[in-house]
Structures are given as C-alpha cells and as structure tokens.
C-alpha cells in the first residue's frame, strides 16, 4: 500500500426511512490514518445503516460525507476501489472454489495476483487445506474468513467491517486482531461496526448511535 493522506468526514449525517422517522440523527466523525474508529449502539440502532453510507452502498438522507484522498474529494462511485468491506449480509459466490473466487474478483477489480500470493493468502487465512472446495461446503467460520480474505485482497487503504468476528474461533478472532493492526501499520483507516467490547477496545475513536447523540 502506497502512502497517501486520506480523509473521511462526516457532517450531520442523518437516515430516514419516513417523513418521521430517523435512525441516524446528527452523525458527525472524522477519519485519518491511523485511526481505528468504532460504531457503537444496540441491535437496530442503526450502525449497518452508517456502515453503508461510509462505504458509499447507501445514501445520507441529510447532511453529506467527504472521501478526500491526497486533497482530492473522490466521487461515490469511486470509494470501492479503496475499501475493503465485511458484513454478515455480505453474500460471495459460493458455487466457486477459493481459488477461482480470488481470480474472479481480481479480474472484476482489474487488478492481479500470482499465484504464489494466492498461496500466501489462502494459508494466511487458514484455507490452504480447502483451496479446490466449493465455498457452499464450507463452515460459517470458513466462508467468515474467505470474506476477510477478499477485503484485504487488492491492499486497500481503508477497512469497513460490520460484526468482523461473526462466527469466528479463537484462531479467527486472533485474525481480525492482525488485519487490523497491519492496516493501522500501513497509515490505514478502519471503521468497526460491533457490539464486542474486545473489538471496540481496539478503537481510538468511537461513534455512538443508539441515540440522536454522538461522541467522536
């Protein structure tokens, strides 16, 4: 991952699924690298909700977000190609094995990968022994880190994970832990949606939902 200056601002941000009623209100936060910021709240507070308008899947309903990398402000289209993302309602193509899944996105992203880096990877996230499977006969542990491995698979500057250790073991979690830290090694940014105060510990920053309150 080059080294760049990357921003990620919050203003105001409010969602609203009627007229009357909000699940986001005021949401304001500042993102720079290093930082590791947390989204906290109850079940149905709304953290998936924000999760989404971060990375550009979903739309403010008020207020706006800024993207800005090397002083340039990225358009919503672009902020895929910077993030890595993992969510429980994150579907992947199943019928594929690991392997093939990995080439498949590369070539969607148009990026590349040996296949000695797939090696790499593959027992990095402890599916070396399951590299021809279809991904449909793996356990919600294994399919757990074929999305963690995805998220980091084209060195993204930034990581957006909803609920990353659903499903996970000891191993898995120890994981999470790594990705973590190595982005934060690599001047990166990380949003995590949780509930876990293990991983909330882990933030420098924090956001809280379950009211029209926040605190940054």
């Not at 990095?124 to 963690?148: A, D, T």
């Not at 060195?155 to 957006?160: C, G, H, M």
Request: charged share 25%; net charge positive; hydrophobic share 40%.
């Amino acid at each position: 991952m080059s080294k760049v200056d990357i921003e990620i601002i919050g203003n105001n941000i409010c969602k609203a699924y009627s007229s009357n009623k909000y699940i986001l209100k005021n949401i304001s936060f500042e993102g720079r690298i290093k930082d590791i910021i947390g989204i906290c709240g109850p079940n149905g507070s709304g953290k998936s909700t924000l999760i989404k308008i971060i990375a550009g899947i979903n739309s403010a309903t008020k207020g706006n977000l800024i993207w800005e990398i090397d002083g340039k402000r990225l358009n919503p289209d672009e902020y895929f190609r910077y993030f890595g993302f993992v969510a429980p309602y994150l579907n992947i193509y199943e019928e594929f094995t690991p392997v093939e899944l990995i080439k498949v996105v590369t070539k969607i992203r148009r990026t590349q990968v040996s296949n000695s880096k797939i090696d790499e990877l593959l027992d990095k996230f402890y599916l070396e022994k399951h590299f021809n499977k279809p991904i449909r006969n793996f356990s919600s542990g294994m399919k757990q880190r074929m999305k963690l491995l995805l998220s980091v698979l084209h060195s993204p500057i930034v990581l957006i994970y909803d609920e990353p250790t659903t499903n996970l073991d000891e191993k898995g979690i120890n994981l999470v832990n790594l990705l973590i830290k190595e982005q934060i090694n690599k001047n990166g940014i990380v949003f995590i949606a949780s509930n876990s105060e293990t991983e909330i510990s882990l933030c420098n920053k924090k956001i809280f939902v379950q009211n029209e309150k926040n605190v940054v």
